[in-house]
């Protein structure tokens, strides 16, 4: 059975800087994309950034220059660095993982964590 646990959310303030990792059990091959979504109160779900197994990155425009993705295959594992976080980025924060495709905006997603609260306070 494939899990996906994430870790790392909290509360900071804006400015600050929080990083989550997910760590995925459960499956013997590497998945080729991971990656983390986001949903806010009151909004749909959206893409934030993936990364395949080569080591490609895709990013909302809304995080650009702002958050980085990376991953280590040999741990299943993935990675996501946010600094200069804003109040608008306050949303509970998916980690996610399947075959691809491995866009923010068009993917193919097969298993999702449960999820790590982000709160960013002015």
């Known amino acids: 059975q494939v899990q996906l646990v994430e870790s790392g959310g909290g509360s900071v303030q804006a400015g600050g800087s929080l990083r989550l990792s997910c760590a995925a059990s459960?499956?013997?091959?590497?998945?080729?994309?991971m990656g983390w979504f986001r949903q806010a109160p009151g909004k749909e779900r959206e893409g934030v950034a993936l990364?395949?197994?080569?080591?490609?990155?895709n990013y909302a425009d809304s995080v650009k220059g702002r958050f980085t993705i990376s991953r280590d295959n040999a741990k299943n594992t993935v990675y996501l660095q946010m600094n200069s976080l804003k109040p608008e980025d306050t949303a509970m924060y998916y980690c996610a993982a399947g075959g691809g495709p491995c866009s923010v905006y068009y993917y193919g997603i097969n298993f999702w964590g449960k999820g790590a609260l982000v709160t960013i306070s002015s």
């Open positions: 990364i395949n197994s080569d080591g490609e990155t």
């Open positions: 459960g499956y013997t091959n590497r998945f080729y994309c």
